[in-house]
């Protein structure tokens, strides 16, 4: 809104007997399976296929004979754990109990704005056309009205309500847990490469590799693949750097999801609570770029 150049007598809206354009006629989604699936989940499945492949086929074979089992459960079960609840918050139907006893994957009703200000007025879906609780949302994105509304999460391909908001928060501490033990070895066999390699070739398919130091295996001790040196430290650098950048942004997210929960707020509530500051410091701006006017 550029402030500086609309008349001072102005008050009303310019065009005022065009009517607002209306939405188009769009089918709801049931879950995060529903189509069309967002690049954002393929990329998270490639990113968790990427982390167990590398992570277990990989890093976990070279630690020591001592350290091997704790190796394996300790980021397996945080990874298992984190498969059960993201599969879960993808799968869960979030939208209210209202809209779950009608068939809403029909094509819904218009929303008209020249009829009504607002989606949801007086606790009732102009879209849906059923009455809805006081924290349910309407999510445009999915086409429903959604309870407890905290977000629309791409990454999900599923709104996050009241439904299955643990399962999603679930689903960022587990994937915290699982990919920082994973980090810690794979910085160990990192370091180890260099300082001292004898001690990541403990497993005994190394006995016929004694003389070729340049020599590796990985994916032990189910399907041994010989390769390169180089190899070994490229994918655990890519590793490294991967897992650390993604713990980095879900402690970030899982921090401030602490701090949604502690006021007592949804993420939709945070964002309205912005919104009026937000607009009066970019009006601040506007003003301080006006020229003064005598």
Known sequence: MNICNKPPNKTAPENL???APEVHVQRSRRNGWSWPLHYFQLIAWLLYLFFALVGFGILVPLLPRHWLLAGYICPGVCFIYHLVVHLTAVSIDPADAN???KNYLGPLATFNRTQHAHVIENHHCHVCDVDVSAKTKHCGTCNKCVCGFDHHCKWLNNCVGERNYWFF????????????????????VFVEFFADPVNLRSDQHFDALKNHTDRWFVFLPAAPVETRASAILVMAGIFVLLSLMTVILLGHLLIFHIYL???????????LQQRPQQEAEE???QLESCPSQV
Do not use: R
């Open 283 to 285: 009006a601040d701006k």
């Open 99 to 101: 809209i779950q006893e």
């Open 17 to 19: 007997g065009e009517a």
């Open 169 to 188: 928060l679930n689903s960022v501490l587990s994937a915290i847990l699982g990919l920082g033990l994973l980090l810690l070895i794979a910085c160990y």
């Open 261 to 271: 929960m502690w006021n007592k707020l949804t993420t939709y509530e945070y964002i």
